[in-house]
């Protein structure tokens, strides 16, 4: 496994991130474990949660079995770089209350503490921001974060699905405190989905924030999906489905199982990494439901992607180019 420092700070984390929100809704607790354990073996030292995954009534659900784990030991915690996040309403369906949810200094209070319980742990490694919340001034949730860090609680903050103009704002404020402020970014960031490149990474790279990119293989989209189609394994549903149903974006993907297979490399593994070349990327965020899908993903960190292929890349999912130029002169 390769390892790079998450933005401008001195934390090392593994070049690929393991996504964790599959655990509980479509991975059972022990599967999951025996996930983490195989992730860990390999090297890959930075897991991402998020407090609202389990979705539904099952919410927090995730975060208690990434504590069930901890808690087997063996130095699970201590070699495990751990990333979750607040903003979601975390109450129970019907019984949700103002102050639940977003960017509260209650709400984050609140939140901590609780994703603190169901981690089993004394310390979240890297909190992150799941949304903006334009209603609460970032002095408050400074404030708020600033506290927490005293306490020990949190170590680093971050964002995610953030525009680049927030970021600004929010490392802004927090050089006014004299705050460490964000250092990473989780943005939707694929190659069939290319606008991060616009604002929100060149603001991340001007600030010192590391790129997570989540959902990198757009829902499945780009993983080989046609290929699997033709041969029964898998149907495109979600976001991949309404994909598909474009003609022309059909043919970009066809385009792109085609240039994969001259060039003899798995469309998912090359798209992770396709994504390991890019600047200010740190790594992107695997969700694997399997070991065999975990397995896939740790090729993509020692694949080289030659001129060639990267150019053919560009040629089918060409990028949006930098703001403004790519949307004035």
């Known amino acids: 496994m390769d390892y790079t420092q ?3 700070t001195g934390l090392k984390v593994s070049r690929l991130v393991l996504g964790t929100m599959n655990f509980g809704p479509l991975t059972d607790e022990p599967d999951a474990h025996a996930i983490m354990d195989a992730a ?14 389990g ?51 209650v709400n984050i209070r609140r939140a901590v503490d609780a994703s603190l319980r169901r981690l089993g742990t004394d310390r979240i490694d890297l909190y992150q921001f799941h949304h903006i ?15 927490l860090v005293q306490q020990g609680k949190v170590l680093y903050v971050g964002s995610s699905n953030f525009p680049g103009w927030n970021i600004a704002r929010a490392n802004e404020a927090a050089a006014r405190r004299g705050s ?13 989905e290319r606008r991060a490149e ?22 499945g989209l780009l993983g080989g999906v046609l290929r699997k189609q033709e041969e029964g394994r898998r149907s495109a549903s979600g976001r991949a489905a309404a994909i598909l149903a474009d003609p022309d974006q059909r043919a970009r993907i066809q385009a792109y199982e085609d240039l994969c297979d001259k060039h003899g490399v798995r469309p998912g593994e090359a798209t992770l990494a396709w994504l390991l070349t890019r600047p200010g990327v740190t790594g992107p965020i695997i969700g694997p439901r399997t070991q065999e899908h975990l397995d896939s993903a740790l090729r993509a960190v020692a694949l080289e992607l030659p001129r060639e292929f990267l150019d053919g890349v560009d040629a089918i999912f060409p990028g949006p180019g930098p703001a403004p130029e790519a949307f004035a002169w």
């Open 133 to 147: 919340d334009r209603n609460t001034p970032w002095d408050e949730i400074w404030q708020a974060m600033d506290v």
């Open 198 to 219: 616009m604002e929100v990474i060149p603001a991340a790279e001007v600030y010192g924030l590391g790129v997570i990119p989540w959902s990198p293989l757009q829902s």
């Open 40 to 53: 860990l073996d390999a090297g890959v030292n930075f897991f991402d949660t998020a407090n609202t995954y």
């Open 180 to 192: 460490l402020g964000l250092v990473s970014e989780q943005c939707l960031y694929n190659l069939a």
């Open 6 to 8: 998450l933005g401008r």
């Open 55 to 105: 979705q539904g009534e099952n919410k927090g659900r995730t975060e208690e079995i990434i504590g069930t784990w901890f808690a087997q030991g063996g130095g699970r915690r201590d070699k495990t770089v751990l990333a979750t996040k607040v903003y979601g309403n975390m109450a129970a369906e019907g019984d949700a209350w103002p102050n639940h949810d977003r960017l509260s200094a």
